[in-house]
């Protein structure tokens, strides 16, 4: 027999009466005490970061997995995208739908286990192939915490929070590219024999038997340091985060509803203007952001000649700082904004993505980083206002039952367009204009013959002459001008994203449900 409203709203009533009292709450404050509420989206926070270092340390190991297997600039672009984004992809929409019925904090706590154990994996890849199907695990696990997160972020918090709430969440962007820039940039460049040692001095030595610590690369070191400890992290989730009742936040009238089928849902999204553009614009800055971010560590080395430590120290604390600051400020400032302003979480992040295109052309065309940076900084910040508007628009454009879908949905264009050909087409464009600025030196060189030039050590560079020594000049100016000049026209693309969230704006507020119910 179906319910009427007011019948819904009391069993829900009656159900929240039922809960342990620390939880005790109204849903139109959000679920359990907001001290509870302030540990759980820490926690969510925290996994979010682990799920970002260990998708994007392959970014910063970009130089050395080269130098390890003899590869181009396109095979590292194939290994950061599609490796990652195309199962990573295809799985989100079945496990959101497996989260909008099922356990979603035991979804999450499973997925950070099996991430972490894949990534810890790609240190001991033996080859190409092998780190590539590693890849491909770790994007298995990272298929499962979005969705089923952002659902728990929604029942948790009320709508008027809510912005702010997955702002805070979407911080796992820039900060765990910031961390697996400092941790894998300094690990790839440590003393593998030095890091062997400190492991006999704090006992573990004997764990590792006869190994030669020094014929160990930094980059493998990398990827088991940072996987590892993410299977902690999945146990205490799994003991800690408490699943709260489903569609707790939503208007009572919505609560208790039957459930929806993924086509359902699906029509529903589709009539809703403000989602798709705000979709397509995201997918668009997706593809630049992953584009770029995966070789903004190789140009630092590239064309500033700075070390991997220097680079992703530079990349990782600068950069990463001020975008979490921008994806923080996009959801902060739309929740105050949208009051007086109800479009905020249009015009704010495309405001943003439209300013960042003239500085980040200046901060990669610029030949000195002490005018390069700032630029750099600025725009980092501001091209990240698309992405807490992105979560809140996904999650609030429809009711509880189909909250996790909606924003699996957005993770699958995103993802399958964005991050799966972004990385792998920039870098098939700086492997065609290498080949380019190589043709224009008239020394007859290629690729391969530049390959073993410029892995050599620097003191077997410093040590050539003549010919050879105008071939390595020739190669290292082509390797880095092919990547700088296709870093610029990606970033172009900003200024796209930024008119679709502008036009998204027009039918907002009627597509946002807790307005609607207003």
Request: proline share 5%; charged share 10%; glycine share 12%.
């Amino acid at each position: 027999m179906t319910q009427t409203p007011a019948a819904q709203a009391s069993a829900a009533q009656a159900s929240a009466t039922t809960a342990p009292a620390f939880h005790a709450s109204a849903p139109n404050t959000g679920f359990g005490t907001p001290g509870y509420r302030a540990y759980v989206l820490g926690a969510l926070l925290t996994v979010y970061i682990f799920n970002f270092i260990d998708r994007t340390i392959v970014n910063i190991l970009t130089e050395p997995i080269k130098l390890s297997f003899g590869l181009e600039d396109w095979q590292m672009g194939l290994l950061g995208g599609p490796a990652f984004a195309v199962l990573y992809t295809f799985l989100g929409i079945p496990i959101a739908r497996a989260a909008e019925r099922y356990n979603r904090v035991l979804i999450i706590a499973g997925a950070v286990i099996i991430w972490s154990l894949f990534t810890a994996l790609c240190g001991f890849a033996a080859s190409f192939l092998m780190l590539f199907l590693f890849r491909v695990g770790v994007s298995i696990g990272e298929a499962g915490c979005t969705p089923p997160a952002q659902s728990l972020i929604a029942d948790y918090f009320q709508p008027s929070r809510r912005a702010t709430a997955v702002s805070i969440y979407a911080l796992g962007v820039p900060l765990g590219g910031m961390f697996a820039s400092v941790f894998g940039g300094q690990l790839a460049g440590l003393d593998s024999a030095v890091f062997g040692a400190w492991l006999g001095s704090i006992g573990l030595g004997a764990l590792f038997g006869d190994l030669d610590w020094s014929q160990v690369e930094g980059w493998r070191i990398a990827f088991v340091v940072v996987g590892l400890p993410g299977v902690l992290l999945g146990l205490l989730v799994w003991r800690s985060i408490k699943e709260p009742p489903r569609g707790y936040t939503d208007p009572a009238a919505l609560q208790g509803l039957a459930k929806v089928s993924f086509g359902d849902a699906l029509r529903v999204l589709m009539k809703k203007p403000a989602y798709r553009h705000v979709v397509f614009g995201a997918m668009l800055a997706s593809f630049v952001g992953y584009g770029v971010n995966q070789f903004t560590t190789s140009f630092l080395i590239r064309t500033h000649g700075l070390t991997i430590q220097q680079a992703s120290l530079l990349f990782g604390i600068i950069l990463g700082v001020m975008a979490a600051i921008g994806v923080f400020s996009s959801g902060w400032l739309s929740d105050r904004l949208s009051k007086r302003y109800p479009t905020a979480l249009s015009w704010l992040p495309a405001l943003g993505m439209g300013a960042s295109v003239p500085l980040y052309a200046f901060g990669f065309i610029s030949e000195s980083l002490w005018y390069a940076m700032p630029a750099l900084m600025i725009a980092a910040m501001i091209h990240y206002f698309y992405l807490g508007p992105m979560y809140a628009v996904s999650g609030g454009v429809v009711d509880s039952r189909m909250r996790a879908t909606s924003v699996a949905i957005t993770l699958f264009v995103v993802n399958l367009l964005g991050y799966g050909l972004g990385p792998l087409l920039i870098g098939i464009l700086s492997t065609y204009l290498k080949t380019v600025f190589l043709e224009d030196y008239g020394l007859g060189l290629t690729l391969e013959a530049c390959q073993p030039l410029i892995a050599m050590a620097p003191e077997a560079q410093a040590a050539l002459t003549g010919s050879q020594a105008a071939n390595l000049a020739a190669c290292s100016d082509s390797n880095a001008e092919g990547l700088q000049w296709s870093i610029v026209i990606f970033s172009c693309g900003y200024g796209w994203a930024a008119l679709h969230y502008l036009l998204a704006g027009r039918t907002l507020q009627q597509d946002m449900v807790a307005q609607a119910q207003d």
